[in-house]
């Protein structure tokens, strides 16, 4: 998995330097929460953080070494670590918000489950989940086998999970779910093409223990 991301970036900006709609959504969503912290796993190379770092003090997390160091000239004031998600979490530190784009669908179940876990126990009081994901109404739902329910692996090692509306709801059932909702994002690859994918997006607040 590691070798394949590095790979991937070894090229550049592999979706182009345009930001996703999504994370002007989560800035506005933090805002209105007071966040002050925003955390961001499977960062990439920066294209999404350089929106939230201008106001948020925003650190992220990174597994491709060659991701990052296109993110150190792309955004200069988020704070990068290499490291895997799944070895989070890096310090102490807890977040008023984490923007997590696309990263989600990339694992199987338990993994997933991880992922969300090992968020939520960085999440200060109150703080805010910002998912995005794989809809299973995307045209390639269904390529390659399916090795766990609308999960494909669609090359060898490489799996997707694909979201309906209720299963991502599912999956975030310890928080408190403020939104769910549908997007189509448009890719520029580096190749030229371009491609439009159909997204699911939600956003949750961690439930307090009382
Ligand atoms: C689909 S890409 C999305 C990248 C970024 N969020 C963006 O939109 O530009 C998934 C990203 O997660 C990173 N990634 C994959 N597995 C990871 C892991 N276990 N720990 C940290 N990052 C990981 C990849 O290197 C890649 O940058």
């Avoid at 002050?36 to 999404?48: C, D, E, F, H, Q």
């Avoid at 999970?161 to 189509?184: C, K, N, R, V, W």
């Amino acid at each position: 998995m590691h070798s394949y991301w590095n790979n991937r970036f070894s090229n550049g900006m592999v979706w182009g330097e345009k930001p996703s709609c999504t994370v002007n959504m989560a800035k506005e969503v933090f805002l209105n929460n007071q966040a002050k912290t925003i955390l961001v796993p499977g960062a990439g190379y920066g294209r999404n953080t350089k929106v939230l770092s201008p106001t948020f003090e925003v650190d992220a997390i990174e597994i491709s070494k060659n991701a990052i160091a296109i993110a150190l000239e792309e955004d200069k004031l988020t704070k990068f670590t290499e490291g895997s998600i799944f070895d989070m979490p890096f310090s102490n530190k807890k977040y008023d918000g984490i923007y997590c784009y696309n990263l989600l669908q990339l694992f199987r179940l338990k993994e997933r489950r991880l992922l969300i876990g090992k968020c939520i126990d960085q999440l200060t009081e109150n703080g805010i989940l910002f998912f995005t994901c794989f809809s299973n109404e995307d045209k390639s739902f269904g390529d390659g086998l399916e090795v766990e329910k609308n999960t494909f692996e669609y090359k060898p090692g490489k799996v997707a999970h694909f979201f309906s509306e209720e299963d991502l709801i599912h999956h975030f059932d310890t928080t408190e779910i403020l939104e769910t909702g549908s997007i189509d994002e448009t890719l520029d690859y580096l190749d030229n093409t371009v491609r439009t994918y159909k997204l699911r997006y939600i956003i949750c607040k961690k439930r307090l223990c009382i």
